[in-house]
């Protein structure tokens, strides 16, 4: 399953960050899933350069550049 990654990106300030994150609403709180958007009001629109992910250590949602990404892994909690 990969559904939950550990993805290391190169931040704007030039610092490596690891991040555990998915994209899978099975795995986020209920109480983070992004809501409907009200009627008469324009949904938010990322760049298709850009990933959109939750955060499991930050518990929020938070976003990276695909050009950033210098390595994605399956997340093992165990550490094997």
């Known amino acids: 399953n ?3 990654l550990v993805v290391s990106f190169v931040k704007k300030d030039g610092t490596l960050r690891n991040m555990i994150c998915t ?3 099975d795995y986020i709180p209920i109480e ?3 809501k409907p958007t009200p009627e008469g009001k324009e949904k938010k629109i990322l760049s298709d350069d850009v990933a959109r992910v939750y955060d499991f250590e930050a518990k929020g949602w938070r976003s990276f550049a695909y050009d950033a ?3 994605v892994n399956m997340y093992n909690p165990k550490g094997n």
Do not use: E
């Open 2 to 4: 990969y559904s939950v």
């Open 23 to 25: 994209q899978d609403m």
């Open 32 to 34: 983070s899933r992004p």
């Open 69 to 71: 990404v210098t390595d």
